[in-house]
């Protein structure tokens, strides 16, 4: 039996521009953009997710932590954390809290920790897996523990001071539309994929069960529609290699059934209960 399950760590608000820059825009534009926004999306989800396999459990990501809704928590000379982003996690939603209401010892019942990548919300988490295998990237990693890191999006003194992921790298070896690929699992259906636009060393989880194969895509895209229109966030480093980031992802879903599963997605919860799928037919772009 394979499974995925979303698992809620609070929420997330951030500015129109960095929900979705405008197209013809480039990146340092978009970061003004950001800056200059005077309005909010509505509180986005931070979403985790626990796969159950049969050779293991994996959680993918490990989202934010309760402490960041303390107002010095985010550093204040930085702009973007003072002007662009509000964090409302609840005591008791941190992941480490919710796994132990589900009956998933953290420390015991996790194969391993993935981190799509090393955002705040992404790794704010970590602390509740000192004896979890983590897994990240290793071109992530390296950028998250940079000065480039501090000033894009992590947190790094804040990361435990035992963290030891294990840091890949991918091998030529093709996946569906995705050139590179790593194989999490025996049997193939657990694998990481590079999906870099939002950030250097992003990578995806790709889980393959019966009936659907599920692409829990981090912050790859935000959403279905950004994805199925090819629009780019204001964070990405690189326009076009986020758009061809997008158009893998969406010719997965024209291979397989697939259904997305990103970290940040309002439409989650209704896209499981209904099994909605990527549409499998070329889909119109905005130009
Ligand atoms: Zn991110």
């Not at 702009?79 to 409302?88: A, E, L, N, S």
């Not at 953290?106 to 090393?118: E, G, N, Y």
């Amino acid at each position: 039996m394979i499974r995925v399950t979303p698992i809620q760590t609070g929420t997330v608000s951030i500015r129109p521009h960095h929900h979705c820059g405008e197209a013809g825009k480039g990146p340092i534009r978009r970061k003004i953009d950001m800056l200059l926004d005077e309005d909010w999306v509505e509180d986005l989800p931070i979403y985790t997710y626990l796969i159950e396999h049969p050779e293991g459990n994996f959680l993918v990501d490990s989202g934010d932590t309760a402490e960041n809704t303390a107002k010095d928590y985010l550093p204040a000379w930085h702009p973007f954390f003072r002007h662009g982003v509000i964090v409302k996690v609840a005591p008791g939603e941190e992941v480490g809290d919710q796994l132990r209401g589900m009956g998933v010892d953290p420390s015991v019942d996790l194969k391993a920790l993935i981190l799509t990548h090393m955002h705040h919300d992404h790794a704010g988490g970590l602390h509740h897996f000192p004896h979890t295998p983590i897994i990240v990237a290793r071109e992530n990693f390296l950028l998250a523990n940079s000065w480039k890191g501090r000033i894009f999006g992590c947190l790094p003194q804040y990361f435990p001071r035992w963290l030891d992921p294990t840091l890949i790298e991918f091998s030529d070896r093709p996946f569906g539309p995705f050139p590179q690929s790593y194989p999490l699992t025996k049997d193939g259906n657990v694998v990481l994929v590079p999906t870099p636009g939002h950030m250097r060393g992003h990578l995806s989880v790709i889980v393959r069960s019966p009936d659907v194969t599920y692409c829990l895509a981090g912050d790859s895209t935000y959403d279905e529609r950004f994805l199925l229109e090819e629009l780019v966030d204001g964070v990405t480093y690189d326009v076009e290699l986020s758009k061809q980031t997008l158009r893998q992802i969406t010719a997965l879903g024209q291979q397989e059934p697939t259904l997305l599963l990103p970290a940040h997605d309002l439409r989650v919860p209704e896209r499981l209960s209904k099994g909605l799928c990527l549409p499998r037919k070329p889909v119109r772009r905005a130009t």
